[in-house]
Structures are given as C-alpha cells and as structure tokens.
C-alpha cells in the first residue's frame, strides 16, 4: 500500500502542475523562505564575517536539534513501538518541513543578531543557544510544532534576548571584519549601537545618514543593516506569492502615515528636521523592513482572512509606532510583532471576522486607522519634546 | 486530482482555501472546528457549510494536500444535527 502511494503521488502532481500552474507545496514555500533570505545572509558573511557566521550557524544548530527532538518525542509511540508492524524509523517520520522551518527561524533570529560583542566575550555563545532554545521550544514547539504556534518562534526568540540580556553587549563593534576595499566606512552619527538610539536629532535625520542606512553601513543588526538584500528577498517572496500583499501594504501605508503625523509634529517644533526625511528615516533605521520581510508576513501566525490580515498590518504598524515614539526602548518591530501574533486571534475571531471585503470590514478597518491616527496625534500633542531634540 | 490520495501535512494557514472559494466560506475554521473534541456544533452551524456545492476548489489550492472538502462535508452533516 506505502509503495503504491508513493509511486502515485509524482504522477498526481505533475497532472495538477499542468492544469493549475500556481498550485504551491509546503516545501516550496519553505524553500523559497530561505532563497529570499540568501541575500542578507550572504551579506551578512561578507560583511561581518566570522561573527556572522558564529550568530547564524548556533541558532540554526540549536533549533535544528530541538526539534529534531521534538519530532523524536511526537513520534515515540512508533519509533519505540514493540510491534514489528507498527514499528517506524526516524526517517520515515522526518518531514522536509521539520528540518526547513528550524532552519529559517535560526537564520531570522541570527540576522537579527547585533554586531557587538559581548563582555566577557564567550557570553554570547550561551546567549545565543538559550535564546534560541527559548524561542523555538515556546515560541512553537509546545503548541505542537509548525503550523500550530501562535508567535513567532525568531521574534521569540530576539526579545527574550532583549531582555535578558540586552546589558551584556558592550563589547567593540564589527563592520567589514574581511577588510574589503569597496565597502564605505561606519557612518559618524551611529556612535551608540543602532541608528535609533543615536535618537532624533537635526544632525542624525539627514538625507546622508538615510544613504548610510541604506547601504547599510552602520552598526545595528547583522542582516536588517543593507537594505538592498532584504528588498531583493521582499520582491523574491511577493513574486511567488508565498506572502500576502495585503499585510505588506497596510503595514507600510500605516506606518509611513504615522511617521508622517510624528514627523509633521517634530517639524512644528524644530524647523530644521523634514517630515519626509523624519518618515524615510524611521522607515530604514531599525528592523522594520527586514521584520516586514520575513517575520510579519509568516503565514502560520497571521489571521487567516484577508480583511483580518489588513487589520493585522495596520495594528503591528500602529504599535511599531508607538513603541518607537513613546517606549524606553528604542525598537518596536518584534515586540510589535509578538503583541500582533496574540491579537491576530481576536482580531480573527469567527464570529466576526469576514472572509471577502464588506462594508463591514472597511469599516473596522477605517475605525482601526482613524483611532491609531487620533491617539497617537493626541499624544504626540502632548509630548514633551525637549527631550529628545 | 483528490487530495486524499496524498500524505497530507499540517495546515500552515495560508488562507488560501478562503480565496478559492466560491461561496466565501472558511474551510481552515470549519476543519479545525471539526478536529476539536468536543466539536462546537454552534459554532458549526454559523460557519455555514451547508453553502458548500463540493467544487473541491479549496482541495485544489491547499498547498498541505489537506482534504479539506470532506471535511467540509462532514461538518454539513453535524451542522444537521439537533
């Protein structure tokens, strides 16, 4: 019976990539996650070098372990099973998915790695391996493995890292750790350890140091600094549609609107900062494209439909927002990203959540824009400036 | 082709059976509705699978190889239950 599905299956397939062209597998889309993350990966080694690749290779290692694991105690009953019959090996029970989805997260949570060592430095070995253990064992694994976890197992990950251990990074830098001739010096202004720290300044918000953060020539997180890979990735993924568009789109139109509303705010205060150069500014600093990329957009934990997955960017963005404006802390794209993940269930609950575009939904979504707009422009109006200029 | 025929995975929950269908209706809900114990009848009933004419269109996109239609199917006949 198992040869006979076995030989079935790849003829059943080839029928069905004829007839319908975009019919994806699971393993594909997993496949192409990690393709769109090549570039910044390949970035990241060239450019930070040994450090990189320390960062990537002992998540992927740990959270490939783990849930390899996993996948050993979810299937004991067969794989330790008396009865010859019933008895299975590893192998058959190993999935592609099970060895991909670990992969990709390690990589996420590598990438989002700061480029500083630790003091003492050996430190950062079990930093890494704790966080990474925490994040894919409860982030994902106690809700029973992939397709099942509502957080996002790297997200997890990086702000159980942020917390716990956020004053250990005060060891030196690492930026072109090759030496290679083409790449541009550490920008000026980043004297603290990422551009949003450096705060909001009329000598930071300048259309150079928006090259700079372009190009990625600042210090900051190892694969969220270059812009170009992560765009390269966002076009790769949209493309074969393994994300929803929808998500993408409400998120940086939100975000870019709020930004816009703090923008015009701190113009009204010190005239020498643009709203525009404020807005691309918060756009590119930080993890907000890279998070956007491959964290905001996973399936597996968005809302299910697609007025729900409009709500769901617009939130995250008005979150991010507010973080980064009011919050100690300087970067909101992964807290902003787990509080979604929980709100993605209420936001997605049956009995109201709609499955095409009705009046209803646009309403929601009008209610949920004009509301993160009005608070925050309230707040904004009361904030006290001097501060941060 | 059905997808019973093929080892299904987990649902990732791409939403793409809600897209597919015709009839608006939420295949990933009603399957995970179906999977619970107990299954929520009332909430069987408000997902509406009755709507369902079995086009098998969200078995066609499922990128898992769920078969999600006799799924679907089933949760009719509960949603027919007292």
Redesign the interface.
């Known amino acids: 019976m198992v040869d006979t599905?076995k030989v079935?299956?790849p003829q059943?397939?080839t029928?069905?990539a004829v007839k319908?062209p975009?019919?994806?597998?699971?393993e594909?889309?997993l496949y192409d996650v990690l393709i769109a993350l090549a570039p910044a990966v390949i970035y990241s080694f060239l450019v930070y070098g040994v450090y990189a690749i320390r960062n990537v290779l002992i998540p992927v290692a740990t959270m490939f372990i783990a849930e390899m694991v996993f996948v050993v105690i979810k299937n004991r009953k067969a794989l330790f099973s008396k009865d010859e019959k019933t008895k299975k090996k590893f192998f058959d029970v190993l999935?592609v998915?099970d060895i991909l989805s670990p992969i990709i997260s390690g990589i996420i949570f590598g990438l989002m790695t700061q480029n500083r060592d630790t003091d003492p430095e050996w430190l950062i070995y079990f930093i890494l391996i704790i966080s990474s253990l925490f994040g894919i064992i409860f982030g994902k694994l106690i809700f029973g493995?992939?397709?099942?976890n509502i957080f996002n197992p790297a997200a997890v990950s990086f702000v159980f890292m942020l917390i716990c251990f956020s004053s250990k990074f005060t060891g030196a830098f690492h930026y072109n750790a090759w030496g290679l001739s083409f790449l541009p010096n550490v920008a000026s202004f980043t004297t603290s350890a990422t551009a949003l720290e450096a705060g909001i300044s009329s000598s930071t918000i300048t259309m150079d140091n928006i090259k700079a953060l372009f190009l990625g020539n600042i210090n900051g997180g190892i694969g969220e600094s270059c812009k170009i890979p992560l765009l390269i990735g966002l076009a790769y993924l949209l493309i074969r549609r393994d994300i929803?568009w929808k998500t993408i789109v409400s998120f940086i139109a939100m975000f870019l609107l709020m930004s816009l509303v703090a923008g015009l705010f701190i113009y009204g205060h010190n005239g020498k900062i643009s709203p525009l150069t404020y807005t691309l500014y918060q756009l590119l600093s930080g993890g907000v494209l890279f998070g956007l990329t491959y964290m905001l957009s996973e399936?597996?934990t968005?809302p299910?439909?697609?007025p729900s997955?409009v709500m769901y960017g617009m939130v995250i963005a008005i979150i991010v927002v507010f973080i980064r404006t009011f919050a100690s802390a300087p970067e909101g794209m992964a807290y902003a990203i787990l509080m979604g993940n929980g709100l993605g269930c209420f936001i997605d609950y049956?009995?109201w959540?709609q499955?095409?575009f009705t009046w209803k939904s646009w309403l929601a979504i009008a209610i949920i824009g004009v509301l993160g707009l009005g608070i925050f422009a309230w707040c904004m109006n009361g904030y006290n400036f001097g501060g941060i200029l | 082709m059905e997808n019973s025929n093929k080892t299904a995975m987990a649902c990732i929950r791409c939403g793409r059976c809600i897209n597919a269908c015709p009839y608006a209706l939420n295949p990933v809900n009603i399957m995970t509705t179906m999977k619970s114990m107990p299954v929520d009848k009332e909430k069987v009933k408000f997902l509406n699978p009755a709507a369902c004419d079995e086009c098998k269109k969200c078995n066609d996109v499922c990128p898992s190889n769920i078969d999600l239609a006799t799924l679907v199917k089933r949760a009719k006949i509960v949603a027919k239950l007292p």
């Open positions: 599905v079935d299956a059943n397939n029928v069905e319908k975009h019919k994806q597998s699971v594909w889309m999935n998915t493995g992939l397709g099942k929803d399936p597996v968005m299910l439909t697609a997955r049956y009995k959540s499955t095409r």
